[in-house]
């Protein structure tokens, strides 16, 4: 026999990847880890605020303490919720500001002022985290920097506590390095998580073209189909039709190549409906029982399983026409054969004749019957045809379905 003649099989399908990182998840992530640690260490200065307070004014210690707790409860709200957790975060950022410029003004004594930290430093570093999540990198990175200078310089006044140089300094520096690192990994993570948005949605373009390109061209694969199978045997038959009988035929055949077509354009897709592979093997039997000359055909070892009807519809389709095929150049009299087996994960349908047999590679290209109504035909649905054929040795075509992998033999 000649070498085997077998159509490309489609891209196997991959499986669906869960993915692990994106802007809108680190983001999500981020904000609901600075709105917990920031409840905590409110929780944590308590003490030191109930210390502190009596030596503030009432009303700047109603309003901002009232202010500071609304605002991390509007953001912690946000954050587990993923709305308007930008919105949240900066206004507690400003809050915070606003609360520690006011700060020396609202002292009744300075003599009575505290020399441990003040009860906002507690929250410092979650201001400025909260800054680097709902600011950009450049605002947050001026916020971290800013606001703990400020604290440092009001520790130096009277009503800041009036500690020493070194002492706020150190405190102002534990508060940057610390506001530095939040920023410098939110930033590292976000830049991450958008590298990971950038390549999906490239791969998806990507993926949307090779669908598209892969459409039109199982839709050209169809039509040509039908244009071999019923407008170019119609046309031939009508071409050689002398009785009326055979007029008659012809124009029969002429309506239903019209249909074909009609229905080749109007048909919707098939979806996800499936049809079990005894109803295929019993639709090619009757095709061939309806054929002029006999085709035996063997479905014994057909097992149970269902396929999707568009792969039904190929398989069958490139089946007929391999039957058609024989008749037409096979000869008169040889032996003819039909045989399906297997099940729905590994179906193949052989159609095959003791005829005289071609030679693949002397087929005309502008002959669509064995390039596009079989080999694309089958290919277009993930399946595999195989031409064996020689002179004088007969010709077997094999439909596989799904493609073996490694490329049908």
Do not use: C
Request: hydrophobic residues 50%; proline residues 5%.
């Amino acid at each position: 026999m000649a070498d085997a003649l077998a159509a490309p099989t489609a891209v196997p399908r991959g499986r669906t990847v869960r993915n692990p990182l994106s802007l809108v998840r680190v983001t999500t992530a981020i904000a609901r880890t600075a709105a917990g640690f920031g409840i905590a260490f409110m929780l944590q200065s308590v003490p030191a605020m109930a210390d502190q307070l009596p030596n503030m004014h009432p009303t700047w210690s109603v309003v901002m303490v009232g202010t500071l707790v609304a605002a991390l409860a509007f953001t912690a709200v946000a954050s587990t919720f993923g709305r308007w957790m930008r919105v949240g975060h900066v206004t507690f950022a400003v809050v915070y500001l606003v609360a520690l410029f006011s700060w020396p003004f609202a002292v009744l004594d300075p003599a009575e002022a505290p020399d441990e930290s003040y009860w906002l430093y507690y929250t410092l570093t979650i201001a400025t985290a909260m800054a680097t999540v709902g600011l950009g990198i450049r605002l947050a990175t001026v916020y971290v920097v800013v606001v703990p200078l400020l604290y440092g310089m009001i520790r130096i006044t009277p009503p800041g506590g009036g500690v020493t140089i070194t002492q706020s300094v150190l405190d102002s520096v534990y508060a940057i390095i610390l506001g530095g690192a939040i920023t410098i990994i939110t930033a590292i993570l976000r830049n991450a998580a958008s590298s990971v948005d950038r390549a999906q949605a490239t791969a998806l373009e990507r993926y949307g073209h090779a669908v598209r390109q892969h459409a039109i061209e199982a839709e050209r694969v169809q039509v040509d189909a039908i244009v071999h199978d019923s407008v170019l045997t119609t046309l031939l038959s009508a071409a050689r039709a002398e009785s009326v009988e055979s007029k008659e035929l012809a124009a029969h055949m002429a309506g239903n190549a019209i249909g074909h077509l009609r229905d080749a354009v109007t048909e919707a897709p098939q979806g996800d409906a499936e049809v079990s592979v005894a109803a295929l093997a019993n639709r090619i039997a009757d095709a061939a029982a309806a054929l002029s000359e006999p085709v035996r055909v063997d479905a014994d070892r057909v097992r149970f399983g269902r396929i999707p009807v568009a792969v039904a519809e190929a398989l069958y389709s490139a089946a007929v026409q391999a039957m058609v095929n024989s008749l037409q150049h096979a000869g008169g009299h040889v032996d003819r054969w039909a045989v399906i087996r297997g099940d729905a994960d590994d179906l193949v349908i052989e159609v095959g004749d003791r005829g005289v047999g071609f030679d693949p590679d002397a087929v005309p290209t502008e002959r669509l019957g064995v390039r596009v109504s079989i080999l694309e035909r089958v290919a277009s649905v993930g399946g595999a045809a195989v031409i064996d054929t020689a002179f004088d040795e007969g010709t077997v075509v094999a439909l596989h379905w799904p493609a073996p992998k490694g490329g049908a033999r």
